[in-house]
T-cell receptor
């Protein structure tokens, strides 16, 4: 559902459960994706990235899955903790034009608010 | 500490004023960015500099003028502030230009409120 006020998709989980945050990206030519975590009053913090030649990448307690067929990205957090409560953003690196390598920009998704209940 | 640092953290000012936000990174990166985050948390790129050269300018009004005196600094000057400029402005940096496969590192933002 959506959180009133912020209008962000929200996910509420119990401490210790696994969380899955989903993201649909826009450009089939995007070849690099990043997940960021943003806590209240802070800047986005890098969590994990994945290149388009992979479909899965694992970090510490986090896994990113990439499905290029349906342009879908997900972030799985194992054993979710209260400190994981934050807004999570996916971002894709999109080529801006036809003029070459310097014309990429990072485009962010809408963000998902994760709330972990103790 | 290694970081991207922005000043000021909070900026409250009157409509019509001119203000500047400063950003410094000590990560040794060669590319720096300014982003704007609105009240709905939507984050959008404004500018990017690579080795002091402007490489991205995303249809931002001319009232916004970035300046990069060296690779470690990217400042943002805003003229004739308007109510719609109220937002959180984030500075970020990365290595290797805005090419694929390099994560950007963000500062903690400057919260700009226009009265």
């Amino acid at each position: 559902g959506e959180s009133v006020g912020l209008h962000l998709p929200t996910l509420s989980v119990q401490e210790g459960d696994n969380s899955i945050i989903n993201c649909a990206y826009s450009n089939s030519a995007s070849d690099y994706f990043i997940w960021y975590k943003q806590e209240s009053g802070k800047g986005p913090q890098f969590i994990i990235d994945i290149r388009s030649n992979m479909d899965k990448r694992q970090g510490q307690r986090v896994t990113v899955l990439l499905n290029k067929t349906v342009k879908h990205l997900s972030l799985q957090i194992a054993a979710t903790q209260p400190g994981d409560s934050a807004v999570y953003f996916c971002a894709e690196n999109i080529r801006r034009g036809d003029s070459g390598g310097s014309n990429y920009k990072l485009t962010f998704g809408k963000g998902t608010l994760l709330t972990v209940n103790p | 500490d290694t970081a991207v640092s922005q000043t000021p953290k909070y900026l409250v000012t009157q409509m019509g004023n001119d203000k500047s936000i400063k950003c410094e990174q000590n990560l040794g990166h060669d590319t720096m960015y300014w982003y704007k985050q609105d009240s709905k948390k939507f984050l959008k790129i404004m500018f990017s500099y690579n080795n002091k050269e402007l490489i991205i300018n995303e249809t931002v009004p001319n009232r916004f003028s970035p300046k990069s005196p060296d690779k470690a600094h990217l400042n943002l000057h805003i003229n004739s502030l308007e109510l719609g400029d109220s937002a959180v402005y984030f500075c970020a940096s990365s290595q290797g230009g805005p090419l694929p496969r390099k994560p950007q590192h963000f500062g903690d933002g400057t919260r700009l409120s226009i009265l």
